[in-house]
């Protein structure tokens, strides 16, 4: 069946610009990146194939979207921001800001911060109901100034007590674990960087569990090429300020874990796609999707030496073969796990989280 799908000329401008910003991360086999802003595929694959597409939001870009709208004096990367939302209107693809709230929200409880979290959220929605070309004015400079809908009904009780029922959110406590000790062992003076990568490895094994976001993560960081900022976590800042610092790191890894919970108990015909700003966590995240395509470690030639990547390999894949871990044992359990965050928050100095 053929179908010729158009649309007008000057979002080609739109298009670039959000293939130069490089934001969408997706677990498409044999798609090339230039293919992942192609309006048509999106297009013909929901009203023939009966495919939908939820571009999931982290925090930098949500309040791009925001800012879009609070700031008077628009940044290039507000405009770039409300291309992405007129790029999914055109493409019919669903927006879910709701990892980005979660991490705004950051377990506090203070009423005033709820309230404001959720009237963003409102407006977030007024800026997403949009018409098109209104977006594409503001997204190409035409204009300087975003005007929402008027309104968006949404029940602001319901709300706030769906964000703030979970003490923590499901696998947030076992990541922030992780983070934890990577920043324990960060600061070990005597081994090398390889060393290091492969202690944290092994600790996952034996004394925790594995995650191949947190194992990505590390193998970048403690590799002679990490990216600038991966490590949030200073030794100068005071306890809370290093809290912060872990909080920080913890919502990269769990947003990213999420993706992959999102990628393999999807629903069929439903597909998801990853928007971030923060190049960090896009090259994790993309070399993590490559672990998974192809359950081998080979992406990671191209920053570890093949003696560390095969040893990895070696005992990630068949771990309970190389090690007794605890993971298997009945000492495995929430309070255990409770029990070694405030271990290694103590020697890092991270104020207690109350975990």
């Given at each position: 069946?053929?179908?010729?799908?158009?649309?007008?000329?000057?979002?080609?401008?739109?298009?670039?610009?959000?293939?130069?910003?490089?934001?969408?991360?997706?677990?498409?086999?044999?798609?090339?990146?230039?293919?992942?802003?192609?309006?048509?595929?999106?297009?013909?694959?929901?009203?023939?194939?009966?495919?939908?597409?939820?571009?999931?939001?982290?925090?930098?870009?949500?309040?791009?979207?925001?800012?879009?709208?609070?700031?008077?004096?628009?940044?290039?990367?507000?405009?770039?921001?409300i291309a992405l939302v007129a790029f999914c209107q055109l493409a019919e693809i669903e927006i879910d800001p709701t990892y980005a709230v979660y991490e705004k929200i950051n377990y506090r409880n203070d009423d005033q911060v709820i309230d404001e979290i959720i009237s963003d959220l409102g407006l977030f929605h007024r800026i997403n109901n949009i018409s098109n070309s209104s977006m594409v004015e503001f997204a190409l400079s035409d204009v300087d100034t975003v005007v929402p809908t008027a309104s968006y009904a949404i029940n602001s009780y319901v709300t706030k007590k769906n964000l703030t029922k979970y003490r923590r959110l499901r696998e947030w406590d076992s990541l922030y674990l992780i983070v934890v000790y990577v920043i324990y062992i960060s600061q070990l003076p005597k081994l090398n960087k390889l060393d290091k990568l492969t202690k944290v490895v092994e600790w996952m094994i034996v004394e925790f569990r594995l995650s191949l976001v947190g194992i990505t993560f590390a193998a970048i960081y403690f590799s002679d090429q990490p990216m600038k900022r991966m490590m949030k976590y200073k030794v100068s800042d005071d306890p809370c300020s290093k809290q912060r610092s872990a909080f920080n790191m913890t919502w990269d890894l769990y947003n990213l874990n999420r993706y992959?919970?999102?990628?393999?108990?999807?629903?069929?015909?439903?597909?998801?796609?990853?928007?971030?700003?923060?190049?960090?966590?896009?090259?994790?995240?993309?070399?993590?999707?490559?672990?998974?395509?192809?359950?081998?470690?080979?992406?990671?030639?191209?920053?570890?030496?093949?003696?560390?990547?095969?040893?990895?390999?070696?005992?990630?894949?068949?771990?309970?073969?190389h090690f007794n871990r605890v993971y298997d044992s009945p000492d495995w359990s929430p309070s255990y796990r409770d029990e070694l965050i405030r271990k290694y928050e103590s020697l890092t100095g991270i104020k207690h989280s109350g975990i």
């Open positions: 069946m053929d179908v010729i799908y158009t649309y007008p000329s000057y979002f080609d401008n739109i298009i670039e610009s959000l293939s130069e910003r490089d934001w969408l991360v997706h677990n498409f086999e044999n798609v090339a990146d230039s293919e992942i802003y192609n309006v048509a595929n999106y297009l013909y694959n929901k009203q023939v194939k009966g495919i939908t597409y939820t571009i999931y939001l982290d925090l930098n870009i949500y309040q791009f979207i925001l800012n879009a709208f609070k700031k008077s004096k628009p940044k290039q990367e507000f405009r770039d921001a992959f919970r999102m990628w393999t108990e999807r629903v069929p015909a439903q597909e998801g796609i990853f928007a971030s700003g923060d190049k960090v966590f896009n090259a994790v995240l993309r070399k993590s999707i490559k672990v998974q395509q192809s359950s081998c470690l080979d992406c990671f030639h191209d920053f570890l030496p093949q003696d560390i990547v095969t040893y990895l390999e070696k005992i990630t894949f068949q771990p309970s073969e």
